[in-house]
């Protein structure tokens, strides 16, 4: 758990962050959203003290995080960031290898670790181990981003706008694999982006940032429905906000017992890629398949509703 | 790809190359109008032109004459590189070997006194021929290893045409046998200057370096102090450095006793040292600057401390970059260690303010020519060593 208590950083005479609390529960992914210049990547910077702040405590597990030297705590938290940060003069599992080997652990160790990472994001460990960055792919440079930050096991993943780079296919394809990695590790993330669509498909919780000032903290369907401010109902876009609300939802969870006609979506579609094929295909319902079996179906009309404003 | 056009738009017709065009022509003034070699009766004469007919053997002049002629053809029209390298190279070789041959023709048999230098046209000739490898090699682009192998070849070239005796006849050749230990002595003196001032640059500046770049408020001092240094004239520099120099060794103990003095090789050591500092600072910040913002970002974030970064990362990435500092300092010292003489710090310009003060034309060379070869083999050598230390992909990263 990440607890952020009142936390305010002062540059001169610019507030960057002000008196921001909020909590990251362990396990959970929160996203902090916000144009540039709002405070949110200074933000994330105290949590493993890339930034001091003024005035203000992080706590970590209940444990204030300057209780360690800056560089231990560092260590133990990960850290990916845009355009992937790697050392160009390094190979891939020198790269991957830096946090284990800053914590002394012995070469055959960190050997099997690096393997392990590489077969997790569907790299050859064989054909990868002894690249350079400069020759793989800007997709293939953040996967090996992401496995150094997750080298040393870590608890807490600090992510900063970590696919801003990628192309919107290959991005897709990087959230994809972030939510299964944090699905089966449990890792507690912190992630900045300036894109409101990443947020809703990758937050637990959404924090909205403007002018240093967290204007609201919540859940998405929260924050689709129940905007606090005028700017935060800005960024979601208002005419996007029946999609959003419908992307949350898996149309497995919406399926019905009945029959429709027409191919079968899968149930880990999401509803707002649903409603698209039905509009699409001009049927107003079809027949839900889970591994290859048909579940029930869903309704054009049973989605316009999902799509509402929630009361 | 200037070739390919050529042969696409007119196959049948020979056509010109541009720089060949000169070369030809600097070829043709070298080797007809201008004299290959200079007769004197004595070494400060004024010496009598002779042409290549009259330097050489006929059958062997006339050998020269139409190598030169071929090999200026090879250059005039558009040739393959290889072609115009090996053409080059021999006519140089030839050129080398001939020069020697006519000072043995033209010194008259067990006479002492009388001199045969290379002329006017040999020199002209000896560069139209090295311009022309330069641009056939620089065409070929060959990797830094044989760029450096290319290098020894030449040296054992040169060293062979020196210990088979080819060029003894040569004046300066003349002047280093009556003084071949003094040579030897100021070339160590020389190498130790330029070298000595290297490592002491070094040793000192990348320091300074990385601490103009942890501080801004060092920074902006310390580069314009140097800058200022860098353009002080060097003679100058030299002599006002006599006082300062001797006032130390007169005050402070042990400071005579380890050879500081106000002549000397001491002071000429300090002046190459602050000429030498302020490439290698510059080149050290600019480095450090260079290497990217995100892979510090990230060397931090992942908890290196702060001397992990600078050995880890930092150091690496901006070591060509700092390497290229010293290509610049070793070059510009070792042509710099000649002024050390006018302050009796020894090195070649012993020779050539010797030979200034006697005019004799070869005496300077003598100090001269060798410290042009030393100058052009460190460069060629640091220039291989900073492309092999430069990594593809980390120049990409900085831009």
Request: net charge neutral.
């Amino acid at each position: 758990m990440i607890e952020i208590d009142a936390v305010t950083k002062v540059y001169g005479e610019a507030t960057v962050v002000d008196a921001v609390s909020m909590t990251v529960p362990s396990g959970t992914i929160a996203v902090i959203v916000g144009t540039s210049g709002s405070g949110k990547t200074t933000l994330m910077r105290t949590i493993n003290r890339l930034v001091e702040p003024t005035s203000g405590a992080v706590r970590i597990d209940g444990e204030d995080n300057r209780a360690l030297p800056a560089y231990e705590l560092r260590r133990r938290i990960g850290y990916a960031i845009q355009g992937h940060g790697l050392f160009p003069h390094r190979t891939v599992a020198q790269n991957i290898g830096t946090v284990p080997s800053l914590l002394g652990w012995d070469e055959k160790r960190i050997a099997r670790r690096v393997d392990d990472l590489l077969e997790l994001f569907q790299l050859d460990p064989a054909a990868f181990r002894e690249r350079m960055p400069h020759e793989l792919s800007g997709g293939q440079q953040q996967r090996i981003g992401v496995a150094r930050a997750l080298a040393a096991e870590p608890n807490i993943l600090l992510m900063d706008e970590p696919f801003g780079a990628l192309d919107p296919i290959i991005r897709a394809k990087a959230q994809d694999d972030l939510l299964a990695i944090q699905a089966r590790f449990g890792t507690t993330i912190v992630l900045v982006t300036h894109d409101m669509e990443e947020a809703i498909r990758l937050g637990h919780r959404i924090a909205v940032m403007d002018a240093g000032a967290l204007l609201q903290y919540a859940e998405p369907a929260d924050i689709i429905a129940r905007p606090a401010t005028a700017f935060v109902k800005e960024l979601i876009g208002a005419p996007e906000r029946p999609f959003r609300l419908l992307s949350l939802v898996r149309v497995g969870d919406l399926a019905e017992p009945g029959d429709a006609p027409g191919a079968p979506l899968d149930a880990g579609l999401s509803a707002r890629d649903a409603l698209a094929e039905l509009l699409w295909s001009g049927r107003v319902a079809a027949p839900v398949a889970r591994d290859g079996t048909i579940v029930g179906r869903v309704r054009r009309d049973a989605l316009e509703q999902r799509a509402a404003r929630p009361s | 790809m200037a070739q390919g056009i050529s042969t696409a738009a007119a196959p049948a017709r020979l056509a010109l190359d541009k720089l060949g065009v000169l070369l030809a022509a600097i070829v043709a003034t070298g080797a007809l109008a201008l004299p290959f070699a200079t007769f004197r009766a004595n070494r400060i004469v004024l010496g009598e032109p002779r042409g290549i007919l009259d330097s050489l053997e006929p059958a062997l002049a006339w050998t020269l004459l139409g190598l030169l002629a071929a090999a200026g053809l090879v250059a005039l029209v558009r040739t393959p590189v290889r072609l115009r390298l090996a053409a080059g190279l021999l006519a140089l070789v030839a050129l080398l070997l001939a020069i020697g041959r006519a000072g043995t023709f033209l010194t008259p048999e067990g006479n002492g006194f009388a001199r045969v230098s290379p002329g006017s046209g040999f020199w002209l000739l000896l560069f139209a021929f090295a311009l022309m490898v330069t641009d056939a090699l620089s065409r070929l682009a060959l990797s830094p290893a044989r760029r450096l192998a290319g290098l020894a070849a030449t040296a054992a070239v040169l060293a062979a045409i020196l210990v088979c005796g080819l060029w003894d006849d040569l004046s300066m050749l003349r002047e280093y046998a009556t003084r071949a230990d003094a040579f030897w002595r100021e070339a160590r003196t020389h190498v130790v200057l330029a070298f000595g001032s290297l490592a002491l640059a070094t040793l000192t500046g990348v320091p300074i370096g990385i601490a103009c770049t942890r501080s801004a408020r060092l920074r902006g001092p310390v580069l314009n102090v140097l800058n200022i240094v860098q353009t002080i004239p060097s003679i100058a520099l030299f002599g006002l450095l006599i006082a300062p120099m001797a006032w130390i060794a007169a005050t402070i103990p042990g400071a005579s006793a380890i050879g500081i003095a106000g002549i000397g090789a001491a002071p000429a050591l300090v002046a190459l040292y602050a000429y030498s500092l302020l490439p290698v600072v510059s080149n050290t910040v600019v480095g450090l600057d260079g290497v990217p913002r995100q892979t510090v970002d990230a060397a931090r974030g992942m908890g290196m401390t702060g001397r992990q970064r600078l050995l880890r990362v930092e150091l690496p990435l901006a070591f060509p970059v700092i390497l290229t500092g010293i290509r610049i300092v070793l070059v510009q010292n070792i042509g710099l260690a000649t002024i050390a003489a006018l302050i009796g710090g020894g090195g070649f310009g012993v020779f050539v303010f010797q030979g200034i003060g006697q005019t004799a034309m070869d005496l300077v060379l003598l100090g001269a020519v060798p410290t042009v070869v030393l100058a052009v083999a460190a460069a060629i050598v640091l220039d291989a060593l900073v492309e092999m230390s430069e990594r593809p992909g980390v120049r990409e990263a900085r831009g």
